[in-house]
């Protein structure tokens, strides 16, 4: 009797899919069991315990837990629109340059070799009250009295954002680019032709042909967003007095500080369903703008 051999393509793909179970599937099996039970950290028997939905009840009811949902809303949503505008800015600004056009493109690129904890170490410098760079440049303006950047609750969460948009803008930036690289010359020159205004070609054939670019930059980022931890945990570590939490911060310190591992991984499985709407949304949006420009064509 022939034993069974699995075969060529199988046997190849084996390895990683052993992997992708052992580093993927299984840390996420164990944290979503782990969000229905009290475990925590000091305590290794509550591991065994299973308490149903208590943990998902008990955030309906936590303020600091919503105050944390809300604040990262509200960051990725101004985060994603500042950074489109300016990513559009740049990128029609590049798109013009007669010389030099590849080492704007270089140089564009630059925010982006900088790791998050880099940059959030590099904004709380700039920021920072009595030897930041940003408080010394007012000052030398005539504005006597330091600005407290990163104490005051709505000036973090500026400081937080800036560094975002800093870091960021040049992934919208290049994807717009790399459209308006692909945009056909034909009904552009057409648009002229029929005596159409800068601004008519643009909002109505130069858009709608940039927008499947902008809404994959959308998803990217959105994804970056609502995980936003590195930046906010250098700069303000979610302070003061919790003000600057955001999702992952909070997440974070319930797990780690707190110890309690299963309340966090409850955190976090409502904080993926966050980044999976807005990844479905802006799906939506993509395809909706491909069908747009097929139609068009």
């Known amino acids: 009797m022939k034993r069974k051999i699995l075969s060529p393509p199988v046997l190849l793909l084996l390895p990683a899919m052993i992997i992708i179970v052992a580093v993927i599937l299984l840390p996420l099996l164990l944290s979503l069991y782990t969000s229905f039970t009290p475990f925590k950290l000091t305590r290794p028997d509550t591991f065994y315990r299973f308490i149903g939905l208590r943990n998902y009840e008990r955030l309906f009811t936590d303020v600091y837990f919503w105050a944390a949902f809300g604040r990262t809303f509200v960051v990725l949503t101004i985060a994603l629109n500042v950074e489109m505008m300016l990513g559009l800015g740049l990128a029609l600004l590049v798109n013009r340059a007669i010389a030099g056009q590849r080492t704007l493109r270089t140089i564009m690129m630059f925010p982006m070799m900088f790791s998050p904890i880099l940059v959030g170490f590099q904004f709380k410098f700039l920021f920072n009250d009595n030897i930041g760079l940003v408080n010394n440049a007012l000052q030398s303006l005539g504005i006597a009295q330091a600005i407290p950047w990163l104490v005051d609750e709505y000036l973090a969460l500026f400081a937080i954002l800036t560094a975002e948009i800093w870091s960021s803008t040049s992934i919208f930036a290049i994807l717009i680019l790399a459209g308006l690289m692909a945009i056909p010359r034909d009904p552009i020159e057409a648009a002229k032709v029929d005596g159409c205004t800068v601004w008519q070609t643009f909002r109505h054939i130069t858009l709608p042909y940039l927008m499947p670019f902008m809404f994959i930059a959308m998803t990217i980022r959105s994804l970056d967003i609502a995980r936003a931890y590195d930046i906010v945990q250098i700069m303000t570590a979610g302070g003061p007095a919790r ?11 319930t797990g780690y500080v707190d ?6 991984n409850a955190m976090a499985y409502i904080s993926i369903f966050l980044s999976i709407f807005f990844t479905w949304y802006f799906f939506r949006k993509l395809m909706a703008a491909r069908r747009y420009m097929g139609g068009a064509q």
């Open 243 to 253: 003000r600057t939490e955001l999702l992952w911060t909070l997440i974070s310190r």
């Open 259 to 264: 110890a309690n591992m299963g309340l966090a």
